[in-house]
């Protein structure tokens, strides 16, 4: 990305100046008070807006600092920009009631938005931490701040192998972590619920065990009733019935033998008194007949045996009974088949509650593909620190003719460097070699954070702490690693340096 043209309509105590810009180094000079540090800050706030601050901190925010002196309630300013082939007009009001961004590319004429994040994406996805530890450097601020070695971790822990580090590992494990946490509830909310059904089913088990083995004394006592009641003169039920069946028969075959007795008689009589009269004859046969009706009525009134044993109400009693046997035998059959039912519904759910369900297999999924992410990244991070340390160690070397080769950087940043014959911490050397290594620091981390959208460097009054050597190596190694370079002084030893290299720039005069 390469800034064009600055339009600062209203912001501070600069209006309607606008400045333009090339590649190569912008040597933007004036007296202290000249507003140096307002068109850094200006530039800063059209790259990520700035809104004011709450209470006592908003008296001396940079809001307020730089609310324009005059008109304040027109606070404002344009930007054209370059990016990706191409060009791009900015437009900011900071004012407090009517704040608005306008992003228009200016090569098809297609409006975008800032608030959708199309500028950021201008950026490179660069954030405002990143832009302040690398590419902006303001007065006396060298050394970079704890942010950049959180964004660093951050990119680290995301990176994926490529230049553009969108893999956001963070945000994956957070999404595994949270989809673990569904999960686990989901399956703590399904074991309440089996153990809720098996606690329900154990009750009702509990219960039909009861019933059964009432049901069981019930049909045993009126087992134990019956026999007593159809045991009469020691006679068996199975006996009785038979004696009434054998009782029937017997009374078919009297009548039938009574019948034919009263036939045989009439035919003797016939044949022995030699009667011919049809008359006579007939007489005869109906006194016959009722005298045997008469011996048939007797015989048929006589008590039997099976009367004797068992009467009518008896019976129908004892029928009563088996019934009730038989009802109970029923109800019995019918509970011990629920019971049954219900013991093995029991054994498969404690069966399924031991057994490794689909919801487990997912949360075991989950933690693998955690650990695996961890590992890919924990690998990946060491990957990009080394490049860190080598892009920054070969800067470093660059700006000290090569007397520091190497750095030696943990994950807070605290730099060690190395000579070709020792190993020398960094609160050790001049604050000269200290501000270059935190320079170098920057540049690599620019290299590595900002990827293929480089930013413009802007240096505002930065090399207070260089001497003449330092000045020009670092001035050299701008020229020939960085497209556009914004240098903001105050005095003429830059100018002098660039001039003498023979370095092209172009001076703006505040």
């Not at 404002?76 to 704040?99: I, P």
Request: charged share 30%.
């Amino acid at each position: 990305m390469k800034i064009e043209k600055l339009g600062i309509r209203n912001f501070g105590k600069m209006q309607n100046r606008t400045l333009e810009f090339s590649d190569g180094i912008q040597l933007i000079s004036g007296e202290n008070e000249s507003g140096k540090s307002t068109v850094h800050t200006f530039i800063r706030s059209m790259l990520f807006g700035m809104t004011r601050g709450r209470g006592r901190a908003a008296k001396n925010d940079v809001y307020s600092r730089y609310e324009p002196w005059e008109n304040p309630a027109y606070y404002a300013g344009e930007m054209v920009l370059e990016s990706g082939g191409k060009r791009f007009r900015l437009t900011r009001n900071f004012g407090r009631q009517n704040a608005n961004a306008k992003l228009v590319c200016l090569t098809d004429g297609e409006v975008l938005s800032v608030e959708d994040g199309d500028l950021s994406m201008l950026l490179g996805g660069v954030s405002e931490i990143v832009y302040d530890n690398t590419a902006s450097i303001g007065q006396l601020k060298g050394r970079t701040e704890e942010g950049l070695a959180d964004e660093l971790r951050n990119y680290m822990a995301n990176y994926q192998g490529s230049s553009d580090g969108e893999l956001d590992v963070a945000a994956a494990l957070d999404l595994l972590k949270q989809k673990r946490k569904r999960l686990e509830q989901e399956q703590k909310k399904t074991l309440a619920g089996l153990e809720k059904r098996k606690e329900e089913l154990e009750t009702k088990i509990s219960v039909f065990m009861e019933e059964c083995r009432q049901s069981e004394e019930n049909l045993q006592q009126a087992k134990e009733q019956m026999k007593r009641d159809i045991y009469q003169k020691d006679v068996p039920i199975e006996r009785v019935r038979k004696m009434k069946k054998e009782s029937r028969k017997s009374r078919k075959w009297g009548a039938a033998c009574v019948a034919l007795a009263g036939f045989l008689l009439f035919l003797c009589i016939l044949q022995f008194f030699h009667i011919d009269s049809l008359l006579t004859r007939t007489g005869l046969g109906l006194a016959i007949a009722a005298l045997l009706y008469l011996a048939y009525s007797l015989f048929r009134h006589r008590k039997t045996e099976v009367e004797q044993v068992v009467t009518e109400p008896e019976e129908q009693a004892i029928r009563r009974q088996q019934w009730n046997v038989d009802r109970l035998k029923q109800e019995l059959g019918q509970k011990q088949t629920v019971l049954s039912n219900l013991q093995s519904e029991y054994e498969e759910l404690c069966i399924s509650m031991t057994e490794k369900d689909h919801l487990q297999e997912e949360l075991d999924a989950l933690s693998l593909a955690g650990e695996t992410i961890q590992s890919l990244s924990v690998q990946m991070q060491s990957r990009i620190g080394d490049r860190l340390k080598q892009q920054m160690s070969k800067t470093l070397s660059s700006l000290t003719n090569g007397r520091y080769l190497q750095v030696n950087m943990d994950e807070n940043l605290r730099i060690g460097l190395h000579t070709a014959d020792e190993y020398v911490p960094l609160e050790q050397v001049s604050r000269g070699t200290i501000e270059q290594a935190y320079f170098a620091l920057r540049m690599a981390a620019m290299d590595v954070l900002c990827g293929e959208e480089e930013l413009p460097v802007i240096l505002d009054e930065s090399f207070a702490f260089y001497d003449e050597n330092r000045l020009k190596e670092t001035l050299k190694w701008l020229a020939e690693n960085r497209t556009q370079v914004l240098l903001f002084t105050c005095q003429k030893r830059e100018e002098e340096a660039l001039s003498e290299m023979g370095i092209p720039y172009r001076k703006i005069v505040l």
